[in-house]
């Protein structure tokens, strides 16, 4: 199987840009609370994960995350309140997300993978925000409540990403382009 096969580029396309539409209502509520109620937004982050995790979880190949996240923050520029801000924020979710399973070599895709990386980058996510949204000029139970309605709603946008992807594994359509769970089980990866 090649690297980078026509359908291999099409999975991805068609995952970044459901997820990109996805995201257009999530962008416009984000523009609208963010600043104003920082947690008001931070329940919706999970969001912005999904498509990522679904292209890794379905496809298991090296740059799903990153050629999904891509094609989903390009579908989302006009609906962002930061423009192609918003490929930069997907690009990061996308390297952010892929990078363990780059350092495992993509031989692993045990599901606590995604839920650290996931939890990782929500944290993250928060100290980047932390400034810009202003939460530290909240209370301190709201801080502590926006660091963890981060964790929580991306934990939560992993694991649906997880299910998604292992329903729509069921039907069959990814066969030829993702790599094989049972061939990964049997050798040992």
């Known amino acids: 199987m090649g690297r980078f096969t026509t359908r291999y580029l099409l999975s991805c396309a068609a995952i970044g840009v459901a997820g990109g539409l996805l995201l257009i209502p999530a962008n416009l509520y984000a523009g609208t609370v963010a600043k104003g109620v920082?947690?008001?937004?931070?329940?919706?982050v999970g969001v912005w994960i999904l498509p990522v995790?679904?292209?890794?979880?379905?496809?298991r190949r090296p740059g799903a995350g990153v050629l999904t996240a891509l094609i989903a923050g390009i579908v989302t520029i006009p609906?962002?309140?930061?423009?192609?801000?918003?490929?930069?924020?997907?690009l990061m979710i996308g390297v952010l997300l892929e990078l363990p399973f780059a350092v495992l070599l993509y031989r692993r895709w045990h599901p606590a993978i995604f839920l650290v990386a996931t939890a990782v980058l929500a944290a993250l996510y928060g100290f980047v925000t932390w400034r810009s949204l202003d939460v530290a000029s909240q209370p301190t139970?709201?801080?502590i409540t926006f660091?963890?309605?981060?964790?929580?709603?991306g934990l939560v946008?992993?694991?649906?990403?997880l299910a998604i992807a292992r329903a729509v594994e069921r039907t069959g359509v990814t066969r030829g382009v993702s790599r094989d769970r049972t061939a990964q089980a049997t050798s040992g990866q």
């Open 53 to 59: 995790v679904i292209a890794l979880a379905l496809l």
């Open 147 to 153: 660091v963890a309605l981060l964790i929580v709603s």
């Open 157 to 161: 946008g992993a694991v649906v990403g």
């Open 141 to 143: 139970w709201a801080q």
């Open 38 to 44: 920082p947690l008001l937004y931070a329940p919706i």
């Open 79 to 90: 609906s962002s309140p930061n423009g192609a801000g918003a490929v930069i924020t997907m």
